[in-house]
């Protein structure tokens, strides 16, 4: 257990159907990050938040996708009228940085979501 | 964009041999990691190398990053079946960007 958490840690919806992940990082992590992973990949990167500004976005992470950290604690990630192609896991991650040198990032057991 | 590549894509092995994954990347980096990932669980760090280092331990783990080859290497001693899961390298350039992963390295330890 790294310490961050996940929620939930399954998910099955149909398609066209909206969902909300959780994810709660360490306490005193500024930076939080989420990552999509499917089968047989490595995860790719969706979007970081450093405290509660939104740093960064990949091209992946279409206009139905949308995160937030508002308190710049715990994270919300919402996907709008979900397509199959969304079944994935999806996983956050969190780290405290104050310089790029040493960024290690501690993930959660992340989110699995089916669309059906 | 910079993109770490593992090789092998799979690697089998009977325990108590050594197991040695590959990663290559494209771009100037910060540093490189290591993960490991069992079955449908999430990510454990393993270990961090920076870019002015060149090789690194930490248990039974050896990693040496060579940056003119923009190259690294995770070496595994008396592999144990505990062992078996996905390996992962990512890396950081030199901005603070997010990291890249590779595809990974699936490891199986036989007993």
């Known amino acids: 257990d790294t310490g961050v958490s996940q929620d939930p840690r399954h998910k099955i919806t149909k398609r066209g159907q909206n969902v909300t992940f959780r994810c709660d990082p360490i306490?005193?992590?500024?930076?939080l990050y989420w990552y999509r992973q499917t089968l047989g990949q490595g995860p790719e990167f969706l979007t970081y938040?450093?405290?509660?500004?939104?740093?960064?976005k990949s091209r992946l992470l279409s206009d139905r996708f949308s995160a937030e950290r508002p308190k710049g604690s715990f994270s919300t990630l919402e996907i709008q009228r979900t397509e199959q192609g969304d079944s994935a896991m999806y996983l956050c991650?969190?780290?405290?940085?104050?310089?790029?040198?040493?960024?290690?990032?501690?993930f959660g057991p992340g989110t699995r979501l089916t669309v059906l | 964009s910079q993109q770490g590549e593992e090789d092998p894509q799979a690697l089998s092995i009977q325990e108590g041999e050594n197991a040695t994954m590959n990663c290559s990347y494209k771009?100037?980096?910060?540093?490189l990691q290591w993960y490991r990932q069992n079955s449908g669980r999430g990510l454990v760090h393993l270990i961090l190398?920076?870019?002015?280092?060149r090789e690194k331990h930490s248990g039974r783990l050896r990693v040496t990053l060579d940056t003119s080859k923009k190259s690294s290497s995770l070496l595994i001693t008396a592999s144990r079946a505990a062992d078996t899961a996905s390996y992962f390298c990512?890396?950081?350039?030199?901005?603070?960007?997010?990291?890249?992963f590779g595809p990974g390295t699936r490891l199986s330890v036989l007993p």
């Open positions: 306490s005193e992590h500024n930076r």
């Open positions: 990512a890396t950081e350039g030199n901005y603070g960007q997010n990291f890249v």
């Open positions: 938040f450093q405290n509660e500004a939104q740093l960064e």
């Open positions: 190398i920076r870019s002015n280092e």
């Open positions: 991650a969190s780290s405290l940085i104050w310089t790029s040198v040493d960024n290690e990032q501690f």
């Open positions: 771009t100037s980096i910060n540093n």
